[in-house]
């Protein structure tokens, strides 16, 4: 279910809790007689008012389209932003993303901070690109054009194309929303891929597509097995991403055209609603990466981040591992799940071969690029619910520290300037960071005061040992070197 959250009133900071007051005319002027948007709808209490949550029906194109018409940063805060975002991901450990485009991220404009940030030397994670077709029904000549513009591997170990995808064509989009039935792809589908495939097999450009669906799926699969009898795949990287219902069928069908499958933690997020509409038995295998691995086909461990789940890896090691939802919920046999290790290959050496950059990085080998994280806790044998938690305190990326906390914290770069001067990440930390009240009182931004214990409590009575257990509560809970980053909420993202 994609939903946005349109804040109340200014003075809310954090989108997960309600706001105490409300515009007469509702969250960003939405009335109460407001009728439904088409591909939408507008959440109202008990006593009809917009609540401020606004729900994508039955896909996520409402959402996307409202993300863009937002207002835009002059572009030294959009740089700034964007280091701020690497330095958040470096925070967790990462050194290296495979991006896979997006809606309303058209290239090469919307590329030209990452391409800035890349001249500066400011980068501090590695960025793999695909192209993703910005224009229904013209997709093929958006292709058409960006073939004559790079190609596959144009660029650096820093930044560089990775290929196409993860949209190909729109008539192949099968938006995976649980709370909504399987969406039946148009009859024009086949037709329009294989124009698109045909261009990219011709041109040897590796390509990507979002598979959600079984039914989708065979599909897509009938349409590259007629492209591949026409222009043989050979030595081509192309994958599906996602694949959470696919089945040994399309499994092997894959496997014979020299595919690979990129998985993600959707389930972790989604699975209450994928088993509360198809069962708790449907869900045992979405996906079955278990499966996947027995039968030698390429396999990768992502977020899809930042709009469909969280950036935080740990979450995807986390679902991997325990088979469970970040709400608690049980969704994997125990033998399907995986070891800490298989994940952890999984989400360095096996995310390689999706970028073409197999025995370059992934592990620390001689010859390999020069990334790794001393992290705060031992992965492979914290509690699994303390995976989550888990974040870095060295990360080194091209042989230069680019992160450092706790014992490493005089190691640090200088401090990055936030711009805007209002900009969240002034107060707010990353994912899953506690509040820094400091910084929330030089910021303006009202917080609990600590209660301030004395003599007379006893005469009136006081929460001050309710305070302390709560305290003591939120620490067990909060990262180990947390106290670095600073303040933020489990909510936050970029």
Same mark, same amino acid.
């Given at each position: 279910?994609?939903?946005?959250?349109?804040?109340?009133?200014?003075?809310?900071?954090?989108?997960?809790?309600?706001?105490?007051?409300?515009?007469?005319?509702?969250?960003?002027?939405?009335?109460?007689?407001?009728?439904?948007?088409?591909?939408?709808?507008?959440?109202?209490?008990?006593?009809?008012?917009?609540?401020?949550?606004?729900?994508?029906?039955?896909?996520?194109?409402?959402?996307?389209?409202?993300?863009?018409?937002?207002?835009?940063?002059?572009?030294?805060?959009?740089?700034?932003?964007?280091?701020?975002?690497?330095?958040?991901?470096?925070?967790?450990?990462?050194?290296?993303?495979?991006?896979?485009?997006?809606?309303?991220?058209?290239?090469?404009?919307?590329?030209?901070?990452?391409?800035?940030?890349?001249?500066?030397?400011?980068?501090?994670?590695?960025?793999?690109?695909?192209?993703?077709?910005?224009?229904? +029904? /013209?997709?093929? &000549?958006?292709?058409?054009?960006?073939?004559? !513009?790079? #190609?596959? =591997?144009?660029?650096?170990?820093?930044?560089?194309?990775?290929?196409?995808?993860?949209?190909?064509?729109?008539?192949?989009?099968?938006?995976?929303?649980?709370?909504?039935?399987?969406?039946?792809?148009?009859?024009?589908?086949?037709?329009?891929?294989?124009?698109?495939?045909?261009?990219?097999?011709?041109?040897?450009?590796?390509?990507?597509?979002?598979?959600?669906?079984?039914?989708?799926?065979?599909?897509?699969?009938?349409?590259?097995?007629?492209?591949?009898?026409?222009?043989?795949?050979?030595?081509?990287?192309?994958?599906?991403?996602?694949?959470?219902?696919?089945?040994?069928?399309?499994?092997?069908?894959?496997?014979?055209?020299?595919?690979?499958?990129?998985?993600?933690?959707?389930?972790?997020?989604?699975?209450?609603?994928?088993?509360?509409?198809?069962? +708790? /038995?449907?869900? &045992?295998?979405?996906?079955?990466?278990?499966? !996947?691995? #027995?039968? =030698?086909?390429?396999?990768?461990?992502?977020?899809?981040?930042?709009?469909?789940?969280?950036?935080?890896?740990?979450?995807?090691?986390?679902?991997?591992?325990?088979?469970?939802?970040?709400?608690?919920?049980?969704?994997?046999?125990?033998?399907?799940?995986?070891?800490?290790?298989?994940?952890?290959?999984?989400?360095?050496?096996?995310?390689?071969?999706?970028?073409?950059?197999?025995?370059?990085?992934?592990?620390?080998?001689?010859?390999?690029?020069?990334?790794?994280?001393?992290?705060?806790?031992?992965?492979?044998?914290?509690?699994?619910?303390?995976?989550?938690?888990?974040?870095?305190?060295?990360?080194?990326?091209?042989?230069?520290?680019?992160?450092?906390?706790?014992?490493?914290?005089?190691?640090?770069?200088?401090?990055?300037?936030?711009?805007?001067?209002?900009?969240?990440?002034?107060?707010?930390?990353?994912?899953?960071?506690?509040?820094?009240?400091?910084?929330?009182?030089?910021?303006?931004?009202?917080?609990?005061?600590?209660?301030?214990?004395?003599?007379?409590?006893?005469?009136?009575?006081?929460?001050?040992?309710?305070?302390?257990?709560?305290?003591?509560?939120?620490?067990?809970?909060?990262?180990?070197?947390?106290?670095?980053?600073?303040?933020?909420?489990?909510?936050?993202?970029?």
């Amino acid at each position: 279910m994609k939903r946005l959250r349109i804040r109340p009133c200014s003075s809310c900071t954090c989108t997960a809790a309600p706001c105490s007051t409300r515009p007469p005319c509702g969250p960003a002027g939405i009335r109460r007689i407001r009728p439904t948007p088409p591909a939408g709808e507008i959440q109202h209490d008990s006593d009809g008012n917009p609540t401020g949550l606004l729900i994508a029906r039955p896909n996520a194109t409402i959402l996307y389209a409202t993300l863009a018409k937002g207002p835009k940063l002059p572009v030294e805060h959009q740089i700034n932003s964007t280091r701020h975002f690497m330095r958040e991901l470096n925070r967790l450990g990462l050194t290296s993303i495979i991006d896979a485009g997006g809606g309303y991220q058209n290239y090469p404009e919307d590329y030209e901070v990452i391409e800035e940030l890349h001249k500066r030397g400011e980068m501090t994670v590695r960025i793999a690109y695909n192209l993703f077709t910005q224009r229904p +029904k /013209e997709e093929k &000549e958006d292709f058409a054009r960006w073939i004559k !513009m790079t #190609e596959p =591997g144009e660029g650096d170990d820093y930044y560089r194309c990775n290929g196409a995808g993860e949209m190909l064509v729109f008539s192949a989009a099968d938006f995976e929303d649980f709370l909504e039935p399987r969406p039946d792809l148009p009859g024009d589908m086949e037709s329009e891929l294989k124009g698109v495939v045909s261009l990219l097999a011709a041109n040897k450009w590796p390509f990507r597509l979002h598979a959600t669906y079984n039914e989708s799926i065979s599909r897509f699969l009938d349409v590259y097995e007629e492209v591949n009898r026409e222009i043989p795949f050979e030595g081509l990287h192309w994958f599906f991403d996602h694949c959470e219902t696919i089945d040994e069928k399309n499994l092997e069908r894959v496997k014979a055209l020299g595919g690979g499958i990129a998985v993600q933690c959707r389930m972790a997020y989604q699975g209450e609603y994928f088993m509360d509409r198809y069962g +708790k /038995e449907a869900a &045992e295998h979405t996906p079955p990466v278990r499966r !996947m691995l #027995e039968m =030698g086909i390429p396999v990768g461990a992502g977020t899809d981040a930042t709009r469909v789940a969280s950036y935080n890896p740990w979450v995807t090691l986390y679902w991997l591992t325990t088979g469970k939802t970040v709400g608690g919920a049980q969704m994997y046999r125990e033998e399907d799940c995986l070891s800490r290790e298989e994940a952890l290959r999984l989400y360095t050496q096996g995310s390689t071969w999706f970028s073409s950059e197999t025995g370059k990085k992934g592990t620390i080998a001689p010859g390999q690029l020069a990334d790794m994280a001393v992290l705060s806790e031992d992965y492979f044998t914290v509690p699994e619910e303390d995976i989550k938690k888990i974040e870095s305190v060295l990360t080194i990326m091209d042989g230069k520290i680019v992160y450092a906390t706790g014992p490493f914290k005089d190691l640090d770069p200088e401090p990055i300037p936030v711009l805007p001067e209002w900009s969240p990440i002034a107060v707010f930390g990353g994912y899953g960071a506690p509040l820094d009240p400091k910084k929330a009182a030089r910021a303006g931004v009202p917080f609990q005061q600590e209660h301030q214990h004395s003599c007379h409590c006893h005469e009136h009575g006081c929460m001050h040992s309710a305070f302390m257990l709560m305290e003591g509560m939120a620490n067990a809970s909060r990262p180990k070197y947390s106290d670095f980053w600073g303040s933020g909420c489990g909510c936050f993202a970029f």
